[in-house]
């Protein structure tokens, strides 16, 4: 079955890292993906990993991809009041015709 | 702009009427996505398109409920005979898909609220 599940807040001060972790379901995912969604909006692509890597660093943002446990996390490096946002993990698992499954996101509040 | 645009951005209608919202991808994709969001939940797949050809529709997607991709670039959702719980932001999303590139990550606009009074 297709599950995505998150931590459904997460509070951090300005300049410190955020984790936001992610669990998923289908082993077939060949990208598993992080969106950010500000209020109002549509949603954002931060950043994707493909399926055979374990990290994937872009800026500020590192990935980890831990397969054997389904287990996927973004770190945000030295966050500002601008991350604030809700994130979303997402898998796209082969058989679905690579429709996108979501968790229910992650509030990331960063205090000044 | 060339990312996805959707139209309108909010709508307020009444019970029971018909509700039509259009999505214009990004103009080389192929593949577009329509997926439903209701409040504190991630997005919920309805329906995708590869061109023209609809290929897949959720259970989500009552007969009420119809989408076309007529010439396979934009894309209408229309609501027949709105009920409370179609209250939701739509989303559209498009990609490409081509052979030897695998498929290329989604790309989302903005979305329609839809508020049913």
């Known amino acids: 079955g297709e599950d995505v599940e998150q931590s459904l807040f997460l509070s951090v001060r300005e300049g410190d890292s955020s984790v936001i972790n992610c669990t998923y379901t289908d082993s077939s995912s060949t990208y598993l993906y992080w969106y950010k969604q500000e209020p109002g909006a549509g949603l954002q692509l931060l950043t994707y990993?493909?399926?055979?890597?374990d990290m994937k660093q872009d800026q500020r943002l590192t990935v980890l991809l831990n397969k054997k446990d389904k287990h996927l996390s973004l770190r945000i490096a030295d966050t500002q009041t601008g991350d604030s946002a809700i994130y979303f993990c997402a898998e796209a698992p082969m058989e679905y015709g690579n429709k996108l499954v979501f968790g229910a996101g992650t509030i990331l509040r960063v205090k000044s | 702009d060339t990312g996805v645009s959707q139209n309108p951005r909010h709508k307020i209608t009444k019970r029971g009427q018909n509700v039509t919202f259009r999505c214009d991808p990004i103009?080389?994709?192929?593949?577009l996505y329509w997926y439903r969001q209701t409040l504190g939940q991630g997005p919920e797949f309805l329906t995708y398109?590869?061109?023209?050809?609809?290929?897949?529709k959720s259970r989500l997607l009552s007969d009420r409920f119809s989408a076309e991709r007529p010439k396979g670039s934009f894309s209408t959702l229309e609501i027949q005979r709105t009920e409370q719980g179609d209250s939701a932001m739509y989303l559209c999303a498009s990609s490409l898909v081509a052979g030897g590139m695998g498929n290329q990550p989604q790309h989302f606009g903005d979305g329609t609220r839809l508020s049913i009074l």
């Open positions: 990993i493909f399926s055979n890597m």
């Open positions: 103009s080389e994709h192929n593949r």
């Open positions: 398109f590869q061109n023209e050809a609809q290929l897949e």
